[in-house]
């Protein structure tokens, strides 16, 4: 689920930082910048995991900032195609189930690309279905050829990742300012961004450009969810996967 990513950069330390030890500032401008973002084709930032190597660091002409080129592991969250993972029902929209991990929601279970999914417009929820083990002789309607688990709100779920997708939103640029690091002082931003310009960075959340609105596949219309830069795909058609309140024999 989580891997070491090798990355290089070149990380400024502003004045107001010059009393931390040198690795305490870079740890702490290396988080700022990554943690909680996406980087294209790598996953989600989560934190620092050490500092590999950082040169001497050159403070430029008319600029206070001191600058070191780093080599630093981050702690990624990625996981493998065909690992299973717990999670938590967030929503049942259009698309399907949404899940959530606490620290990551853009996981989708789709329901449109299987016939064993049925959504249920009084409760508002989908619901999965079994073949059920009744008889077909004992059937009181034929309804009861299906068992209905319904993938409510709160209920903790078992998913195998099928699929990942990597969405290019088009955020490019800068790391958010820090603000509060002198009292009534906005902290200064260098003349260019610290992040290696062929490096794609995005925050890990559903805002910014509006107009980024997911379409349906086949029939490119909206479905009312945004794009996000990274996204599951998960699946529990398979015995011993869905609701962890299920049992299975």
Known sequence: ?????????????????????????????????????????????????????????????????????????????????GEIIEGTV?????????????????????????????????????????DSQIPETNWKSPEDKYLYMYMDKDTTIKFRVIEEKFTDIGTKGPPPKRTGAVAGQKAPMPSSSSLPSDVMIVGNNRGGNTQNVKTDTTTNAPTGGKLVPYELIGSIAEVGLGLTSWKWD
């Open 90 to 130: 967030s929503s049942n929209t259009f698309e399907g189930v949404k899940v959530t991990l606490g620290y990551f929601d853009d996981i989708l279970i789709p329901t449109h690309n299987d016939d064993g999914w049925k959504f249920d417009h009084e409760t508002q929820v989908w619901v999965r279905l079994w």
């Open 1 to 81: 689920m989580f891997i070491l990513s090798v990355l290089k950069d070149t990380i400024h330390i502003q004045p107001y930082d010059f009393h931390k030890h040198k690795f305490d500032a870079l740890t702490d401008e290396i988080n700022r910048i990554y943690a909680n973002k996406v980087i294209q084709d790598v996953g989600l930032c989560i934190c620092l995991f050490e500092i590999i190597s950082a040169s001497e660091e050159i403070v430029h002409y008319g600029d206070g900032a001191s600058y070191a080129k780093v080599t630093f592991r981050l702690v990624v969250f990625r996981p493998f195609i």
